[in-house]
Protein backbone atom coordinates (compact mmCIF):
# COMPACT_ATOMS: atom_id res chain seq x y z
CA UNK A 1 0.00 0.00 0.00
CA UNK A 2 1.24 3.64 -0.73
CA UNK A 3 1.69 5.83 1.97
CA UNK A 4 -0.83 8.19 0.70
CA UNK A 5 -3.06 5.26 0.86
CA UNK A 6 -2.18 4.52 4.55
CA UNK A 7 -3.06 7.86 5.12
CA UNK A 8 -6.38 8.03 3.34
CA UNK A 9 -7.03 5.19 5.65
CA UNK A 10 -5.88 6.67 9.09
CA UNK A 11 -3.01 3.99 9.26
CA UNK A 12 -0.55 7.39 9.28
CA UNK A 13 -1.87 10.56 10.68
CA UNK A 14 -1.80 13.54 9.18
CA UNK A 15 -2.95 17.16 9.60
CA UNK A 16 -6.30 17.14 7.72
CA UNK A 17 -7.17 20.69 6.03
CA UNK A 18 -10.06 19.55 4.30
CA UNK A 19 -11.63 15.92 3.90
CA UNK A 20 -15.07 14.49 1.96
CA UNK A 21 -16.10 11.09 -0.03
CA UNK A 22 -13.69 11.34 -2.84
CA UNK A 23 -10.78 13.63 -1.66
CA UNK A 24 -8.44 14.59 1.50
CA UNK A 25 -6.29 17.55 1.84
CA UNK A 26 -3.54 17.25 3.89
CA UNK A 27 -0.25 19.69 5.09
CA UNK A 28 2.73 18.38 3.45
CA UNK A 29 5.66 17.62 6.18
CA UNK A 30 8.33 19.49 3.70
CA UNK A 31 6.18 22.76 4.62
CA UNK A 32 7.65 24.25 1.52
CA UNK A 33 6.16 27.43 2.76
CA UNK A 34 3.69 28.11 5.29
CA UNK A 35 0.79 26.19 4.55
CA UNK A 36 2.02 23.89 1.74
CA UNK A 37 -0.99 21.68 1.30
CA UNK A 38 -1.42 18.32 -0.82
CA UNK A 39 -4.48 17.43 -2.68
CA UNK A 40 -5.15 14.18 -3.51
CA UNK A 41 -8.19 11.39 -4.53
CA UNK A 42 -9.31 8.76 -2.04
CA UNK A 43 -9.25 6.43 -4.66
CA UNK A 44 -5.50 5.26 -5.92
CA UNK A 45 -4.25 6.63 -9.11
CA UNK A 46 -0.33 6.62 -9.99
CA UNK A 47 -0.86 10.18 -11.33
CA UNK A 48 -3.28 12.48 -12.60
CA UNK A 49 -3.17 10.55 -16.32
CA UNK A 50 -4.86 7.78 -15.20
CA UNK A 51 -7.87 9.74 -14.10
CA UNK A 52 -10.95 9.58 -15.22
CA UNK A 53 -11.56 13.36 -16.52
CA UNK A 54 -14.71 13.56 -13.68
CA UNK A 55 -12.89 12.39 -10.54
CA UNK A 56 -10.03 14.80 -12.11
CA UNK A 57 -12.19 17.61 -12.45
CA UNK A 58 -13.63 16.91 -9.11
CA UNK A 59 -10.21 16.88 -7.72
CA UNK A 60 -9.19 19.82 -9.54
CA UNK A 61 -12.53 21.70 -8.09
CA UNK A 62 -11.17 21.03 -4.52
CA UNK A 63 -7.96 22.01 -5.10
CA UNK A 64 -9.52 25.08 -5.98
CA UNK A 65 -11.60 25.49 -2.84
CA UNK A 66 -9.09 24.99 -0.44
CA UNK A 67 -6.14 27.50 -2.45
CA UNK A 68 -8.93 30.13 -1.67
CA UNK A 69 -9.03 29.22 1.67
CA UNK A 70 -5.19 29.07 2.16
CA UNK A 71 -4.22 32.31 0.27
CA UNK A 72 -7.25 33.74 2.27
CA UNK A 73 -6.32 32.78 6.05
CA UNK A 74 -2.85 32.68 5.99
CA UNK A 75 -3.18 35.87 3.63
CA UNK A 76 -0.59 34.69 0.94
CA UNK A 77 0.31 37.12 -2.00
CA UNK A 78 -0.48 33.94 -4.21
CA UNK A 79 -0.18 30.64 -4.80
CA UNK A 80 1.76 28.09 -6.95
CA UNK A 81 -0.71 24.81 -7.86
CA UNK A 82 1.89 21.98 -8.94
CA UNK A 83 1.07 18.24 -10.18
CA UNK A 84 4.24 16.67 -10.60
CA UNK A 85 4.01 13.54 -13.36
CA UNK A 86 6.31 10.54 -12.84
CA UNK A 87 9.52 10.44 -11.22
CA UNK A 88 11.48 12.28 -13.69
CA UNK A 89 8.99 15.47 -13.08
CA UNK A 90 9.83 14.92 -9.15
CA UNK A 91 6.56 12.93 -8.28
CA UNK A 92 8.14 10.86 -5.22
CA UNK A 93 4.82 9.44 -4.41
CA UNK A 94 3.12 7.68 -6.50
CA UNK A 95 -0.50 8.53 -5.87
CA UNK A 96 -2.13 11.46 -7.54
CA UNK A 97 -1.57 14.45 -5.48
CA UNK A 98 -1.54 18.42 -6.31
CA UNK A 99 0.23 20.47 -4.26
CA UNK A 100 -1.19 24.13 -2.96
CA UNK A 101 1.77 26.13 -2.28
CA UNK A 102 1.45 29.33 -1.04
CA UNK A 103 3.44 32.04 -1.93
CA UNK A 104 4.36 35.21 0.74
CA UNK A 105 7.29 37.22 -1.11
CA UNK A 106 10.38 36.64 -3.58
CA UNK A 107 12.23 35.33 -0.95
CA UNK A 108 10.21 32.13 -0.30
CA UNK A 109 12.47 29.05 -0.53
CA UNK A 110 10.90 27.76 -3.87
CA UNK A 111 11.89 28.76 -7.03
CA UNK A 112 10.58 28.36 -10.57
CA UNK A 113 12.40 29.57 -13.01
CA UNK A 114 11.30 29.36 -17.35
CA UNK A 115 14.22 29.70 -19.47
CA UNK A 116 14.11 30.55 -23.05
CA UNK A 117 14.28 28.01 -25.30
CA UNK A 118 14.81 28.22 -29.26
CA UNK A 119 12.25 25.55 -30.82
CA UNK A 120 10.89 25.25 -33.20
CA UNK A 121 6.83 25.72 -32.06
CA UNK A 122 5.09 25.10 -34.97
CA UNK A 123 7.05 21.75 -35.41
CA UNK A 124 6.43 20.68 -31.84
CA UNK A 125 2.63 21.61 -31.90
CA UNK A 126 2.25 19.07 -35.00
CA UNK A 127 4.44 16.15 -32.97
CA UNK A 128 1.95 16.51 -29.73
CA UNK A 129 -1.05 16.46 -32.10
CA UNK A 130 0.06 13.38 -34.72
CA UNK A 131 -0.86 10.90 -31.99
CA UNK A 132 -4.76 11.75 -32.41
Known amino acids: MCVFCDIISGNIPSSKVYEDDDVLAILDLSQTTRGHTLVMPKKHYENFLEMPNDEYMNLM ?8 KVVKNLKAKGCNILINTNE ?43 QD
Open 61 to 68: GKAQLITD
Open 88 to 130: IAGQTIMHTHVHIIPRYGVKDTIIFKFTENKYDLDSIAKEINS
